[in-house]
């Protein structure tokens, strides 16, 4: 069988949009890592010590464009196959069962993926695309020149109705990861009464809730701050 | 358990044939005992029906035990209605109480066109079977049974994925009209037991490639099918199939 037919069936599809999705699971908790600077209580400088460090590093710089194409390869497949499962019923049933049988997160992941993908967006244009093309202000620590991103987050995270998108952004993850993390896992064949424990419990807990908790709490902080 | 007679009102999908436009009817159904089956509760009715020489609703069914996964009935919402791990038949009417209104639609998907009011095409199924749902086996005097040894386990797992009566259940049930839980119930119960394994690898892909032609949805791990299978199949096998898939895919020479 050939590669192109390999990825080309609804499961090969879905291989693709789970091993995809698992990686993103990974960047994640490194992202939030890095973030959680932005609450040390320093001016500034372990934020953006570390935000240069990111928009300069080579490798980074590699893994970084990787990261954007393997969002797009995430969300083009996951969108094919949802319109695909949408034709298959052409008319719709008049009662629908609700949650008598599925979950509701299970059945919102093409809503929350698309919040997801509009916030994405968003941050993008907002931070990164600033970071590496905006003007931002300079800023030096023992000689050396950095841009200042500190600032530029503490200013727009002043703005409520920026920190609410955030907010809506982390819901949207916090949701999409309740079911995603572990339904990968299922769509890779890895189901097994041992394991499947610690998959549900690492996909909710700390994916579903720990980790969107962790990035919205930083705008809802920084907001509080700045109206004191 | 108690014995007790109800009226009801039922609303019925009701379709003249494939291409024609359906719309749903109600009708009152009166004196329906709490003993009756589902289907026998439609036999009334259709008696009914037929005494005013009204056109009957039209409904798949067969052995009446459960066994034959005829009877399709979309039931408030509920494929096979609102009992676990049974067909329509199987369900009764003291599932429900006086003054009900119950809705039956039929299988909604695209890969099962309606033929008329309630019974569907399920020819897509057969379809896939004939992808590679089989073992090829060669005539002459049958072998020793035990020739072959096959693990308890193996043995027991295979045996819980062949009570797949082919119903449909699964693609009613998923909101993508996937039918994942039927294909990955015949692959595995070759796939786990030694004659299986000469055909693994085509039986997969070929399967699966068919179920795609046939328009069915792909599988978001919702879980539905499992809740609503008369015969409780685990959603262990679709991870199989999965592994299977993988399997095949990657080594399979064709």
């Known amino acids: ?228 | 358990m108690e014995h007790y007679n109800m009226n009801l009102t039922l609303k019925v999908w009701r379709q003249k044939n494939t291409n024609a436009q359906g719309q749903f009817e109600s009708y009152q159904v009166p004196g329906v005992s709490s003993e009756m089956s589902f289907l026998e509760m439609f036999d009334v009715l259709n008696e009914r029906l037929i005494n005013e020489g009204k056109e009957p609703v039209a409904f798949d069914h067969d052995c009446r035990e459960g066994i034959c996964g005829a009877c399709s009935m979309h039931i408030n919402g509920r494929a096979h209605g609102p009992w676990a791990g049974t067909t329509t038949c199987q369900l009764h009417m003291r599932a429900f109480k006086d003054g009900d209104t119950i809705t039956v639609e039929p299988w909604r998907s695209g890969s099962f066109p309606v033929v008329k009011d309630l019974t569907v095409d399920r020819g897509a199924f057969d379809r896939i079977i004939e992808a590679g749902g089989y073992v090829s086996v060669n005539t002459g005097n049958a072998q020793d049974a035990n020739n072959i040894l096959v693990p308890k386990d193996d043995a027991d797992a295979a045996f819980a994925a062949a009570a797949c009566i082919g119903c449909g259940a699964c693609v009613a049930a998923c909101k993508n009209s996937s039918a994942m839980l039927f294909v990955s119930a015949k692959v595995s119960q070759l796939a786990l037991l030694p004659q299986g394994q000469p055909e693994k690898k085509s039986r997969a892909l070929n399967m699966i490639a068919q179920m795609d032609k046939e328009g069915f949805g792909s599988c978001t791990n919702t879980g539905a099918c499992e809740a609503e299978c008369p015969k409780e199949i685990s959603l262990t096998n679709i991870a199989r199939l999965n592994r299977e898939y993988i399997a095949a895919g990657l080594t399979y020479e064709k």
């Open chain 1, 1 to 228: 069988m050939k590669w192109s037919q390999f990825f080309n069936t609804s499961i090969g599809k879905k291989l693709l949009v789970g091993a995809t999705g698992l990686f993103l699971c990974s960047f994640v908790i490194v992202h939030l890592a890095g973030n959680l600077a932005l609450l040390k209580n320093d001016g500034g400088e372990a934020f953006n010590v570390y935000a240069a460090f990111m928009s300069h590093n080579a490798l980074i710089q590699f893994i970084a464009w990787g990261l954007k194409i393997v969002i797009l390869v995430h969300a083009i497949l996951a969108l094919q196959l949802t319109f695909r499962n949408r034709a298959a019923r052409p008319v719709k049933y008049a009662v629908n069962p609700g949650n008598q049988t599925s979950s509701w997160f299970s059945r919102q992941m093409a809503i929350m993926g698309s919040i997801l993908l509009i916030f994405i967006i968003i941050h993008l244009k907002d931070f990164w695309y600033r970071m590496h093309y905006g003007e931002l202000e300079p800023v030096s620590y023992g000689g050396e020149e950095l841009k200042n991103m500190y600032l530029a987050v503490q200013v727009a995270f002043r703005e409520l109705w920026i920190v609410i998108i955030y907010v809506i952004g982390m819901i949207g993850l916090s949701f999409h990861l309740v079911h995603g993390f572990k339904s990968a896992f299922q769509t890779f064949g890895l189901n097994h009464v041992k394991y499947n424990g610690l998959i549900n419990f690492v996909g909710v807990w700390i994916f579903g809730i720990l980790i969107p908790l962790g990035f919205a709490i930083i705008p809802v902080v920084i907001y509080f701050k700045s109206i004191q």
